[in-house]
């Protein structure tokens, strides 16, 4: 992941530092699962302290291979996220502990946007990792107006018609695709 000392940041009062960032994530898994990472995920942006906090501004960029979601082809497509994050250093992890239990409210403290750090160094990449996942579609589509697969024999409609008699021109059918796309 990626560690950034946070000394000379700190001695920068109200200043920034300029912040990019290659990594090879194609190996990352999360529950066991491959996230599907092609080519090498870009960051750029900056990081500044503020006198309290560390705040991290920037872009990420990456291209992951997913599903479509009506054909099931694996394509690559790109993702982008735009990224916000504030950082405050506790001194202690301990004290960290003794600070979420004092809140009664535990969804309350989840909610807060403000990522937690102890030491001298932020790790920016589970942060940027997490900024990421969430601009990945639910519902990918290898092309908006990929047909699917024939929802009768499975044959990939890319490929040519199948010669079933339900029509994928069909307005009906059309009607019924929409609404399992949407669920
Ligand atoms: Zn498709
Ligand atoms: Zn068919």
């Not at 900056?46 to 920037?58: N, Y």
């Not at 932020?122 to 290898?142: M, Q, S, T």
């Not at 008699?165 to 069909?170: G, K, L, R, V």
Request: one cysteine or more; charged letters at 30%.
């Amino acid at each position: 992941m990626v560690q950034i000392h946070i000394g000379p940041i700190r001695a920068q009062k109200g200043g920034e530092l300029p912040l990019h960032f290659k990594e090879n994530w194609s190996d990352i898994k999360r529950d066991g699962q491959h996230l599907g990472f092609v080519g090498l995920v870009e960051f750029s942006g900056k990081i500044g302290w503020t006198g309290e906090s560390f705040l991290l501004r920037g872009r990420a960029e990456a291209e992951i291979e997913v599903e479509c979601a009506r054909c099931l082809k694996p394509n690559t497509i790109k993702i982008q996220s735009d990224i916000l994050e504030e950082f405050l250093q506790t001194e202690h992890e301990v004290e960290h502990e003794l600070l979420s239990e004092e809140l009664e409210d535990a969804d309350e403290w989840a909610d807060e946007d403000v990522q937690w750090f102890s030491g001298s160094t932020i790790d920016l990449g589970e942060v940027v990792l997490e900024n990421l996942l969430l601009a990945v579609p639910i519902k990918p589509l290898c092309s908006q107006d990929c047909p699917g697969l024939c929802p009768k024999c499975g044959h990939d409609l890319q490929q040519g018609d199948c010669g079933c008699e339900i029509e994928d021109i069909n307005p009906g059918m059309e009607i019924l695709r929409t609404l399992l796309d949407s669920d």
